[in-house]
Nanobody, 126 residues
């Protein structure tokens, strides 16, 4: 069974940091771009960050640029999202997703991702 499992969410004060992890099982995603998306209460899901299959290229939403860093360890089939200087508006459920196509680009559109995790909740208090 192919799975993505996120962890690392929790409650943190504004200005704090969290590191999210996404572990893949059932197959390797070392040839696929991986993304972190988030869905805030009452809002649509949006992209936060994307990383290319080899980690050489990254994409960030303007709202997280300079504060979040996406990385991956293909040997461990794991993708990370380091979140610093957290703000209350970062409160959301964070989802990890794998791109459908191997060696694809950093496309932020959700329909390019066909494997999704269950999400991990991040709450930032003011």
């Amino acid at each position: 069974q192919v799975q993505l499992v996120e962890s690392g969410g929790g409650l943190v004060q504004a200005g704090g940091s969290l590191r999210l992890s996404c572990v893949a099982s059932g197959r390797t995603f070392s040839m696929n771009a991986m993304g972190w998306f988030r869905q805030a209460p009452g809002k649509e899901r949006e992209v936060a960050a994307i990383i290319s299959w080899n980690g050489a290229r990254t994409y960030y939403a303007d709202s997280v640029k300079g504060r979040f860093a996406i990385s991956r360890d293909n040997a461990k089939n794991t993708v990370y999202l380091q979140m610093n200087s957290l703000k209350p508006e970062d409160t959301a459920v964070y989802f990890c997703a794998a791109a459908r196509d191997a060696f694809g680009g950093l496309d932020p559109r959700e329909n390019n991702y066909n494997i999704w995790g269950q999400g991990t909740r991040v709450t930032v208090s003011s």
